[in-house]
T-cell receptor
Framework: QKEVEQNSGPLSVPEGAIASLNCTYS??????FFWYRQYSGKSPELIMF????GDKEDGRFTAQLNKASQYVSLLIRDSQPSDSATYLC????????FGKGITLSVRP | DAGVTQSPTHLIKTRGQHVTLRCSPI?????VSWYQQVLGQGPQFIFQ???????GRGNFPDRFSARQFPNYSSELNVNALLLGDSALYLC?????????????FGSGTQLSVL
């Protein structure tokens, strides 16, 4: 069983819209969660992390964590074409476990 | 400041051969982790080292081994290569190796096994 699931996607939104990326996890022992962005042919880079239930905002990005539902999401407001990339959700317990990623395309 | 550097960037090997991948962490970072990323999938954890000691190992066969040197650089070795070992191998460094820390990834080594 995959520990971190990212089953939706690919996702396409128009420029300026809100992009909503979702992730579920099965390991209740996971302490913290991360969203990494990976441009095609590049390495992942961290954009958000969240430890506590609720929302965490950083600029145009908001991470949401619901431990009861084992659900993590990333909202990108005012989406830009430069946000087009694959977004990887990762959960941390004894190790960092990544989902397969969601590819986001922002249409100009 | 230099980021995480990996060498080589690309490598082509044949089945049964052995390969060594190298990684230099960001200056001051004491932990190095290795990940395998197959096309279309997320990175999969292989090893973590901190202060030259293995701190974690993922679900990979014994053909995979690694070590960390006193200068905190690291090598990943893969023996008896299989076609399925073809992937992007990513090295990531962090200060203390805590799971709550930000990981800084290198550009990776693209390994092709023919």
């Amino acid at each position: 069983q995959k520990e971190v699931e990212q089953n939706s996607g690919p996702l396409s939104v128009p420029e300026g819209a809100i992009a909503s990326l979702n992730c579920t996890y099965s390991d209740r022992g996971s302490q913290s969660f991360f969203w990494y962005r990976q441009y095609s042919g590049k390495s992942p880079e961290l954009i958000m992390f969240i430890y506590s239930n609720g929302d965490k905002e950083d600029g145009r990005f908001t991470a949401q964590l619901n431990k009861a539902s084992q659900y993590v999401s990333l909202l990108i407001r005012d989406s830009q074409p430069s946000d087009s990339a694959t977004y990887l959700c990762a959960g941390a317990n004894s190790k960092l476990t990544f989902g397969k990623g969601i590819t986001l395309s922002v249409r100009p | 400041d230099a980021g995480v550097t990996q060498s080589p960037t690309h490598l082509i090997k044949t089945r049964g051969q052995h390969v060594t991948l190298r990684c230099s962490p960001i200056s001051g970072h004491k932990s190095v982790s290795w990940y395998q990323q197959v096309l279309g999938q997320g990175p999969q954890f292989i090893f973590q080292y901190y202060e030259k000691e293995e701190r974690g190992r993922g679900n990979f066969p014994d053909r995979f081994s690694a070590r960390q040197f006193p200068n905190y650089s690291s090598e990943l070795n893969v023996n008896a290569l299989l076609l399925g070992d073809s992937a992007l191998y990513l090295c990531a460094s962090s200060l203390w190796g805590s799971l709550n820390e930000k990981l800084f990834f290198g550009s990776g080594t693209q390994l092709s096994v023919l």
